[in-house]
């Protein structure tokens, strides 16, 4: 299944969306994201000046992972830099579940995790 068809991604644009972030840490992987936000969500607002759409911080886990395999350090990876000077680590190029497993692709690797649960939070502003 695509992560479009759970509901806490209910109007997320992954595909849009910039990692900030991420670290492994106590079977736990969190990204750190610049969300593409759309209408659907709740969370959604009039996006600022020369957006295209609303972005909001967030952090996606997920937790209690059994195992994990093909994720790069963010050492490895080169950020990207746009015009204002903020860096990035590209795009969550995809995310499938099957099963209890994950599935991800980006800059960051192809990774796949085994087991656990996901969990995916704004930050307050």
Same mark, same amino acid.
């Given at each position: 299944?695509? /992560?479009?068809?759970l509901?806490?991604?209910? *109007? ?8 900030? /972030?991420?670290?492994?840490?106590n ?12 209408p ?29 395999? *093909? ?10 830099t ?6 990035? /680590? ?11 497993? /994950?599935f991800?692709e980006?800059?960051f ?17």
């Amino acid at each position: 299944m695509n /992560y479009t068809e759970l509901e806490i991604f209910k *109007g997320i644009d992954l595909t849009d969306s910039f990692v900030l /972030y991420w670290e492994l840490k106590n079977n736990c992987l969190s990204f750190d994201l610049e969300a593409s936000v759309w209408p659907e969500s709740r969370y959604y607002s009039k996006p600022k000046k020369g957006e295209f759409t609303c972005y909001k911080k967030v952090r996606l886990d997920f937790l209690n992972l059994e195992s994990i395999h *093909g994720l790069k350090e963010m050492e490895q990876v080169k950020p990207s830099t746009d015009a204002s000077g903020e860096t990035d /680590y590209g795009n969550i190029d995809a995310l499938t579940i099957e099963d209890d497993d /994950y599935f991800l692709e980006g800059d960051f690797g192809e990774v796949t995790i085994k087991g656990g649960e996901i969990r995916f939070e704004f930050y307050r502003s």
